[in-house]
């Protein structure tokens, strides 16, 4: 079986690369491990829709995946998903990618740049159908995640994300992860663990070590199901 692994940025995998006996990843690379029947290309995509896009791009061109896992830590709009927190999410918009007009936010789709239903999407969203209950993690909570190039902090523009889209997440890779997949038809998941809350930005509230933990915690329990199957 070939199992692609992506993430942003090395730490948020650091416990899962010591375990597959990994010390020299690099970001913006690709290393290749295995473990017993897995063939594991470990993707370091570096942070952004932009970098992530590219990498998976280079990947999926030359490689043939079983499944892709992508894994990181996230802020949350939702008080109900704690610190630390792992969730599953299931379905991906590219919250910031439109244009101004006066104080509303007009998206691509209501542009008219973007077909709202025009493959892979469904009214404008990116949807992962992934079956989940072959590797252990059918119990987490299935999240709607929004992708931004800017994350949010302040007060004002986060209630209008929320007017706008009611996401329960947010990263800056998700999006670009999941159309590169559903675009190559490569069956997928995408796991991260709450860091923070979304609110005018406190770093000093933010539980980065846990939500890390945690988010490793998942990533065994998949590769350990995978290895038995």
Known sequence: MK????AATIPEIKP????????EAKEFSMITVHSRHLNIDILITGIGLMH??????KALTNNT???ALQFGIAGSFRKD???????????????DLGAEDKDKFLDATELRLLPPDQFPYHAGKLLNKTPDSAYGISALKKVK????????GYQD???KIIRKYDPDIESMEGAAFFYACLMERVPCLQIRAISNYIEDRNKDRWSIPLAIDNLNKIALIIIHQLTRQ
């Open 81 to 95: 998903l704690l610190p630390g927190m792992p969730v599953n999410v299931v379905e991906e918009v590219v919250a």
């Open 145 to 152: 995640g929004i992708s931004v190039n800017k994350v949010h």
């Open 65 to 67: 995946y079983n499944l």
């Open 16 to 23: 899962l690369l010591l375990s597959l006996g990994q010390r």
């Open 3 to 6: 199992l692609l692994v992506v």
């Open 157 to 159: 523009s986060i209630d």
């Open 52 to 57: 992530t896009a590219y990498f998976m791009g």
